[in-house]
């Protein structure tokens, strides 16, 4: 574990590192209960002091630890931070993508359903299937972050239909798609991975809605397409909570007068840091929805 601004520096060595050399890397906010350090949700709050974050690497082989301590050395003199409970622990030899979808039972949220191929016979007929598989990019509906913007996104279409939205942060691309299926207008999908734009734009066309979703590689909103469009009725983003409140001033600029955003991504602790940026911009709570830790958020421009 490593403090968050340091968190980008030790990912990035690890990653162009030629011996050992990892599969992937992924560098993800601690939670409560994901690390040894982080076990309850008091200990929670002492990890958001401190904006500590997990990097986690995977190797073809079981790695030397004196060579991924020398490593490590570089972004540790370079950001002056130390990586903290460095443990190497072995993977037993499974078929890792049939048990990941062993686990993935379908999800219905609102009038969504989620599924992987796996469980294409399951779909019911009264509602807008969704076909998503796990893969390298956020969003398979079975975190409580997505699930909970299908549903507002379903009470949204049961009230007004929004006629021109915007998915940040899209990862595979569901809630974009959720949207290009349930309004069957246009839907502008970015995302701060070039990795994930692909996946979206495949899941796209997988779901029928390709010539619906356009998927963008931006940060924020600094894409031309992003631009082009605003503004917009409509605002999804389901990232995390500290890059919220940054593009709390661009949501407040892009946001329809009288539109509707919907945030995600955030724990319950966080709440409330959000929720005061978003007020700033001039940006009011409509409702909430928590589930477990989480809770995902409406708001009214």
């Not at 601690?30 to 008091?42: H, I, R």
């Not at 622990?89 to 999800?107: C, F, I, Q, R, T």
């Not at 724990?267 to 001039?282: C, D, Y």
Request: glycine content about 8%; charged content about 20%.
């Amino acid at each position: 574990m490593v403090p968050y601004e340091a968190a980008e520096a030790f990912s990035e060595a690890l990653e162009a590192a030629f011996a050992p050399e990892a599969l992937a890397v992924s560098t993800v906010e601690a939670e409560p209960g994901s690390s040894p350090l982080v076990k309850t949700a008091s200990d929670w709050n002492e990890v958001e002091a401190h904006g500590r974050w997990r990097v986690e690497c995977l190797y073809a082989e079981e790695p030397d630890e004196a060579a991924l301590r020398a490593l490590l050395a570089a972004p540790e003199n370079a950001t002056g931070a130390k990586a903290e409970d460095l443990h190497i622990e072995p993977l037993p030899d499974a078929d890792w993508v049939a048990k990941s979808l062993e686990g993935l039972a379908p999800v219905r949220a609102g009038r969504f359903f989620v599924y992987g191929r796996h469980d294409a016979d399951k779909v019911p007929a009264a509602c807008i299937p969704i076909e998503v598989e796990a893969n390298q990019a956020f969003g398979t509906g079975h975190h409580a972050t997505t699930a909970g913007c299908l549903e507002y996104i379903s009470e949204l279409i049961d009230e007004r239909p929004p006629v021109n939205a915007l998915d940040i942060g899209t990862g595979t691309g569901l809630l974009a798609i959720a949207l290009a299926k349930a309004t069957r207008r246009a839907v502008l999908a970015s995302d701060i991975d070039p990795v994930a734009v692909e996946v979206a734009r495949a899941n796209a066309r997988a779901n029928g809605v390709g010539p619906w979703v356009t998927a963008v590689t931006a940060a924020g909103f600094d894409h031309p397409a992003l631009a082009a469009r605003t503004p917009y009725d409509l605002i999804v983003a389901n990232i995390l909570a500290r890059p919220l409140v940054r593009l709390a001033p661009a949501f407040g600029r892009h946001l329809a007068a009288g539109g509707t955003l919907i945030l995600s991504g955030l724990l319950g602790t966080q709440e409330n840091m959000v929720t005061s940026a978003m007020t700033m911009q001039g940006l009011r709570l409509v409702s909430r929805k928590p589930k477990g830790d989480w809770v995902t958020l409406r708001l009214r421009g």
